[in-house]
């Protein structure tokens, strides 16, 4: 594995969203690079166990560790002062999928508060929400869908440079809040439609 502080970062991050037992969507992890402009990018997505899949809630996580920030990390290593300590960007998108009904978006607002709790020395703002309507199968059969953002980034100070185990305990809080956040979402009133397989069944019966 490479002996880098973003993959590090993304190790602590996975061990806490697994240590709060959530299942991951293997299907949907990707870990990419901007050929032009440099930045790496690792995206995944977990969802409350035994859900199926698609889950009918889930969080989508996405990393970015920008070029800037491999300057001023490169820049630490070889001994030399950064005039700007590197950061992570991080986005955490809570979902509210497989609706059967439009949702009302002041539901979800309601139950979710406006910052995240800390990651290391700052938290994540929340974003306004997002509705969405598909036609999967027909126009009289539509399916909804709601999420909000959570957006923010991860300063890494010379400490953490320095010694990556506190990246654990930055990340270990972020893992139990997500996991009690699917759960609280989850337990709103919704009107979810059933799981495709069973709606596939029901559909040839």
């Known amino acids: 594995m490479l002996d880098h502080v973003f993959t590090d ?11 709060a037992l959530l299942e991951r969507q293997a299907f949907e992890e990707r870990f990419h690079a901007d ?3 440099g930045d790496l990018t690792w995206e995944t997505s977990y969802g409350l166990p035994g859900e199926g899949m698609p889950p ?3 969080a989508d996580l996405t990393l970015v560790w920008p ?4 300057t001023a990390y490169r820049t630490w290593y070889i001994g030399e002062s950064f005039d ?20 009302d978006p002041a539901l979800l607002l309601g139950s979710l508060p406006e910052h995240s709790p800390l990651v290391g020395r700052q938290r994540l703002d ?9 036609y999967p199968d027909a126009l009289d059969d539509p399916e909804h869908a709601i999420e909000v953002s959570y957006e ?14 506190s990246l654990d305990d930055h990340f270990a809080a972020m893992g139990g809040w997500i996991s009690s956040t699917l759960v609280r ?21």
């Open 56 to 58: 009918r809630v889930q």
């Open 185 to 205: 979402i989850g337990d709103l009133t919704w009107n979810f439609l059933p799981p495709i397989d069973e709606s596939h069944f029901g559909r040839e019966s």
């Open 67 to 70: 070029t800037w920030a491999q």
């Open 9 to 19: 970062a993304i190790g602590a991050l996975r061990d806490a969203l697994e240590g």
């Open 84 to 103: 700007e300590p590197p950061r992570i960007e991080v986005e955490v998108v809570l979902r509210v999928q497989r609706l059967a009904a439009a949702p």
């Open 35 to 37: 050929v032009l402009l």
């Open 126 to 134: 929340r974003s306004g929400p997002t509705v969405e309507t598909s």
């Open 152 to 165: 923010g980034a991860y300063e890494l100070d010379e400490d953490t440079l320095a010694d990556g185990s």
